[in-house]
């Protein structure tokens, strides 16, 4: 079945710095969508990218859908302290299936 | 986006029973989903609840263990049957395709405990 690649799997941050991660597939996906998940709670959508090449932001976050549809990234500017939880990439094919990566675990440098 | 409400938001539970999680949502949508989610692990697609007629199960996930219904456009249920301590997870339900949901919205969650 298809698997997507997340990494890295945790990063620590400090406030102000800019983080990425991403996601790779050896599948085709004709929709990439990231979300951050807090502890207790369900997963919210941050980005939506529905065409190769895509760039799209949402404040300080930018994604961007690989052109091969095979990879996406996300990238936070000037993090802050509420940046902190688990951030999600998911791809979508035919069908409506989503299918998630293992996840990247954002914490704060102590 | 359409808002999404889970019932219980968590429960611990004997193993044996069986405990039906609900998922309820502000407008009609098209497609609802059931996911579950490990401690520590990602989502996990259990199946593709269907509006009138049986659910569509992912692969490794059965209808004897996990029922579905969905008898209308806003609400679906998920029971999880003769729970085992290995079914403890967080049980998310999904929603795509009504007013203001062109991809997948998540609920708050289930978290479930069984000893």
């Known amino acids: 079945g298809q698997q997507l690649n997340q990494s890295p799997q945790s990063m620590f941050i400090q406030e102000g710095e800019d983080v990425s991660m991403n996601c790779t597939s050896s599948s085709i996906f004709n929709t990439w969508l990231w979300y951050k998940q807090d502890p207790g709670e369900g997963p919210v959508l941050l980005i939506a990218?529905?065409?190769?090449?895509e760039l799209t932001s949402n404040g300080r976050l930018t994604a961007q859908f690989g052109i091969t549809r095979k990879d996406s990234f996300l990238n936070i500017s000037a993090s802050i302290p509420s940046d902190v939880g688990i951030y999600f990439c998911a791809g979508q094919a035919a069908g409506n299936k989503l299918t998630f990566g293992g996840g990247t675990r954002v914490l704060v440098k102590p | 986006s359409a808002v999404i409400s889970q019932k219980p938001s968590r429960d611990i539970c004997q193993r044996g029973t069986s405990l039906t999680i609900q998922c309820q949502v502000d407008s009609q949508v098209t497609m609802m989903f059931w996911y579950r989610q490990q401690p520590g692990q990602s989502l996990t697609l259990i199946a593709t609840?269907?509006?009138?007629?049986?659910?569509?199960?992912e692969s490794g996930f059965v209808i004897d263990k996990f029922p579905i219904s969905r008898p209308n456009l806003t609400f679906s249920t998920l029971t999880v049957s003769n729970m085992s301590p290995e079914d403890s997870s967080i049980y998310l339900c999904?929603?795509?395709?009504?007013?203001?949901?062109?991809?997948?919205?998540f609920g708050p969650g289930t978290r479930l405990t069984v000893l």
């Open positions: 990218l529905y065409k190769a090449g």
């Open positions: 609840a269907n509006q009138g007629s049986e659910a569509t199960y």
């Open positions: 999904s929603v795509e395709g009504g007013s203001g949901t062109d991809t997948q919205y």
